[in-house]
């Protein structure tokens, strides 16, 4: 059973930077086809964030992160990593890790998905 493991999360005002981590307990990111990372803000539906294929290290951004965020990997490490610059009040939810041995499409696992607990990120002044 794998098991993910966010950090990183907190309160921070607009225009500030967080990086998230997420690590995988196999301790290599390539033991899943690829991983992700979505959020959900209260009343919300849960929505994609960003996604990367572990092998060629391709990546995805949402429209509404692309140039502020950047997922990256240390595959022997295990661990995952989002970089959140120039952040805004909507960026405001929980951030949930996400990763799937081999169901994936446009680098984001779609089924069998192992999930980690959340990390609250909040962005308010």
């Known amino acids: 059973q794998v098991q993910l493991m966010e950090s990183g999360g907190g309160s921070i005002q607009p225009g500030g930077s967080l990086r998230l981590s997420c690590t995988i307990s196999s301790g290599h990111t390539t033991s899943s086809d690829c991983m992700a990372w979505f959020r959900q803000a209260p009343g919300e539906e849960r929505e994609r964030v960003a996604g990367i294929y572990t092998g060629a290290g391709n990546t995805v951004y949402a429209d509404s992160v692309k140039g502020r965020f950047t997922i990256s990997q240390d595959r022997n490490k295990g661990t995952l990593y989002l970089q959140m610059n120039s952040l805004r009040p909507e960026d405001t939810a929980m951030y949930y890790c996400?990763?799937?041995?081999?169901?994936?499409?446009?680098?984001?696992?779609?089924?069998?998905?192992?999930w980690g607990q959340g990390t609250q990120v909040t962005v308010s002044s």
């Open positions: 996400a990763a799937s041995k081999r169901w994936c499409r446009d680098g984001y696992p779609i089924r069998d998905n192992y």
